[in-house]
């Protein structure tokens, strides 16, 4: 990480880039780090600081690979797109809530992001012809859901609900 002084400071290290998100909100200094070669995730608390915190969370038994991190936007739960399993693992990041569970979904999640800022989540990406896939996270029973893709008439694209690719300048 680089701190407000522009020092970097290692800590911890991963053996694949399963994401990551800061927690929400100007209370807490803290960020979620997944692994994608192992089924790690870690809270780091203070990461700005010399000795920052870190905690693991266990994920092990239900977490295959990580390929997305968002925290939930009251900050209570980490869900981690698994790309090794069709499903979203929910992580409460509450010491005394239960146990990380799996959200089934009928596709291989690739990724986490966010479409609104109160909890929606595009888990796949966008490919020309293929329905999206949706995790809903507004609820207590956090769902997924698929939107179909949509012909143009017209063309021979199809319309999508996940924000396109941009071009790389």
Known sequence: FLSATQSYTPVGAVQGWGGAAFLPGNTTDAVIVADALSPQLTY????????????????????????????????KWAFVSDSGKPQVVQVSLQTSDPAPAAIPCACTPEQMVPLTADGIYAITKN?????DWILD?????????FVPAIAIPGSNQTASASPTKQPER
């Open 44 to 75: 780091i608390a203070n990461p700005d600081i010399s000795s920052p915190t870190l905690t693991s969370l266990s994920v092990s038994g239900i977490l295959q690979k990580a390929a997305g991190v968002a925290v939930s936007p009251d900050g």
């Open 127 to 131: 490919a020309g012809g293929q329905p």
């Open 137 to 145: 996270a507004r609820t207590p029973q956090p769902r997924t859901f």
